[in-house]
Each structure stands twice: as structure tokens, then as C-alpha cells.
């Protein structure tokens, strides 16, 4: 019977894998990271980033730019809520208008910001919209964090000043620093400054505020502060 014949073919050999330096390696991780990121949303109008921004969205909106900011400490979050506590039931009772919490946008000619806080007063309650502010509150309130510190000195002072918002509270409860700034003209006037004392709104007739409250850990009870403030 015929025979049948094999023919053995060579197996190719797999060459070796490159070494790879450790500088190399975490390059190439750093830029796989870079490609994976989800890209940043373009230049777009106040209307469209309304539309584009849900509730859950950090995000401000700065002459067509989209600001990307970062969730709120503890701390920042018990400090604004009692603060909010505090305005909210002063302004009720004297009927003065409405304190707003973040997230709630304030529009104004150039930007689209989150302070917050922010009071409107009865006359100008028609600038309320369903998802914003539509022009300057009558006070801002920003809460200073590490992350925020350069934005809120800085470009919010400066928006909020030519905006026209009456009345500005930086409040950095890290540093155990407040300043309170009254609209002048078209310039912001530093009506108080410091670590405790005592300081009184110019937009919230009555209302006066114990600095060192805000550093207070735990903060105190809201119902003795009432107290304090003669509400009840």
C-alpha cells in the first residue's frame, strides 16, 4: 500500500515582547487615560448650555465656556444648610423675598454662576425664572473651598461686582475667615472682615450675623440662633 508522506513546516518563532522602561509604561497609561476621557462639551449659548446642564451637572457657564466644578465637602454643605435655615425663615417672616439654594443658576450679562446662596428681593422676584436667575441677585453667598478659593476671589468677585449684585459674602470656614462686601457705585466696599464679631446686612434690614457661629463644630443648634436673632 502507498505510503503516506508528512511534511514537517517549521513553526515560527514569536519574538520577544519589548522591554518597556517604567517612564515609558506610565506614559503610555497617561495618555490611554487621556484618550478614554469623555470629552469636554464645546462653546455653546446660555440657552444651550440650560438645555445641555441637568440638576446633577457641576458645571457654570462663563462667556460661551463650560466651568467644570467639584462635589461640596461636609463641612461646605453643613455651613451652607445653616445658613440657608437662618436666611430662609428671617426673610419669610419679614417677608422680605426668597433665599435660593444651590444648584440654582444666576445669569448675568457675561456668565451663568451657582452662588450658594442667593436672596432676591420682593421688588425684583420677576427676574425669577423656572432655572434661573435672570440678572444679579440682591446678595450672593459663596461657601470657600480649597478647589474654589481662586474662582471665588477672584473671577465671581469681579463678575458679581459689574453684574450688580448688591451685597457678597465670602465665608471660608477652613481659614476661619469672613468678608462681606457692599455694592458702592460699580465697586465692591469691604464692610467687614474677620475670624468673629459681630456683622449687619445692608440688603436684609435687621439681620445681623455672629461670625464665629460659622466655625462652630458642630454648628449650633438653629433653633437657639433664632433665638438669638429674635425670631421666635
Do not use: C, N
Not at 462667556?63 to 425663615?89: C, K, N, V, W, Y
Not at 453667598?141 to 478659593?149: A, L, M, Q, R, Y
Not at 439681620?207 to 464665629?212: I, K
Amino acid at each position: 500500500m502507498p505510503t503516506l508522506t508528512v511534511e514537517k513546516h517549521a513553526v515560527p518563532s514569536i519574538p520577544p515582547l519589548p522591554v518597556v522602561s517604567p517612564e515609558e509604561a506610565a506614559l503610555r497609561r497617561r495618555l490611554l487615560a487621556v484618550l478614554l476621557e469623555p470629552a469636554q462639551p464645546g462653546r455653546m449659548t446660555y440657552e444651550e448650555f440650560l438645555a445641555w446642564a441637568d440638576e446633577d451637572t457641576l458645571a457654570e457657564w462663563v462667556d460661551g465656556e463650560i466651568i467644570m466644578t467639584s462635589p461640596a465637602s461636609l463641612r461646605h454643605q453643613s455651613t451652607s444648610g445653616f445658613l440657608f435655615q437662618l436666611l430662609s425663615i428671617f426673610v419669610e417672616t419679614r417677608r422680605l423675598g426668597v433665599v435660593i439654594t444651590a444648584p440654582f443658576q444666576m445669569k448675568l450679562a457675561h456668565s451663568g454662576r451657582e452662588p450658594d446662596l442667593l436672596f432676591v428681593a420682593g421688588d425684583h422676584l420677576h427676574r425669577l425664572r423656572s432655572t434661573y436667575l435672570d440678572g444679579p441677585a440682591d446678595l450672593a453667598v459663596e461657601i470657600v473651598s480649597p478647589e474654589s478659593v481662586g474662582r471665588d476671589r477672584g473671577d465671581k468677585f469681579t463678575e458679581y461686582e459689574a453684574g450688580g449684585v448688591l451685597e457678597y459674602w465670602l465665608l471660608d470656614p477652613q481659614r476661619r475667615w469672613a468678608e462681606f462686601y457692599h455694592l458702592e457705585g460699580e465697586r465692591y466696599r469691604l464692610a467687614f472682615a474677620g475670624a468673629e464679631g459681630s456683622y449687619r446686612s445692608a440688603v436684609l434690614p435687621g439681620f445681623w450675623l455672629r461670625v464665629e457661629w460659622l466655625w462652630q463644630q458642630p454648628l449650633p443648634p438653629v433653633l437657639d440662633v433664632l433665638r438669638e436673632l429674635g425670631l421666635i
